[in-house]
């Protein structure tokens, strides 16, 4: 059997990237999400749970806050659909396809598909969106950017250092751009890897 409608992308994105698009309305009713040169309907993220609302009775609903790192937003489900956050807690890191949608000026997700990943999927998805998006870096820029890298290797001292993934995930910026600027660091002898991935300060 054919397909009666032409299915709109799924388009891979962040959550900060998402929240910064301009809902057009048709009718009060959001038709799509103006991002650059695109037209998202349909979005797919990977993020971690950091809050889960669950309400029973005759109108069930459910409602879970996403956060990677970029922003947080919101998946909501009403009715039987409320079933598909049943496995899902606080702390799951999960891969979402879902419709955008906006209320009271709010933009939400409803999740069409929602699957539990392993955490490291962040970091994948994460290069996977920076590659799209490539950029040119003025020299203040790059020094503001040196100098957020190295207060998180020096606060990390007290706890033995710092994974260069964990400093990744945490600064909005380009990861080809911040292995750039670590190597820099360990090339001047600021920091110094204990182990392959792990980052400490030298100063």
């Known amino acids: 059997m054919t397909e009666q409608y032409k299915r709109n992308v ?4 962040k959550i900060g990237q998402i929240l910064t698009g301009k809902p057009i309305l048709e009718s009060e009713k959001l038709k799509f999400l103006e991002l650059g040169d695109k037209q998202v309907v349909r979005v797919n993220l990977i993020a971690n ?17 996403l956060d990677d790192a970029t922003g947080q937003i919101k998946i909501k489900s009403f009715g039987e659909d409320v079933d598909k956050f049943n496995d899902l807690n606080q702390g799951d890191t999960v891969l979402v396809i879902g419709l955008v949608r906006s209320w009271n000026n709010e933009v939400y997700l409803s999740p069409e598909i929602i699957k539990k990943k ?13 590659a799209e ?29 710092i994974d260069i993934e964990k400093i990744i995930l945490q600064i909005k910026e380009s990861p080809d ?5 670590i190597k ?3 090339e001047d002898g600021v920091a110094y890897e204990p182990r392959p991935g792990k980052l400490r300060w030298l100063g």
């Open 10 to 13: 799924a388009y891979k994105l």
């Open 49 to 65: 749970i950091i809050d889960k609302y669950m309400q029973e009775g005759e109108k069930k609903f459910g409602s879970i806050t």
């Open 118 to 130: 392993d955490p490291s999927f962040l970091l994948v998805r994460k290069l996977e969106v920076e």
């Open 133 to 161: 998006e490539p950029k040119k870096k003025n020299r203040e820029e790059m020094l503001v950017l040196k100098d957020k890298i190295l207060d998180m290797i020096k606060e990390a001292e007290k706890e033995g250092g």
């Open 177 to 181: 751009i911040i292995n750039e600027e």
């Open 184 to 186: 820099r660091l360990l």
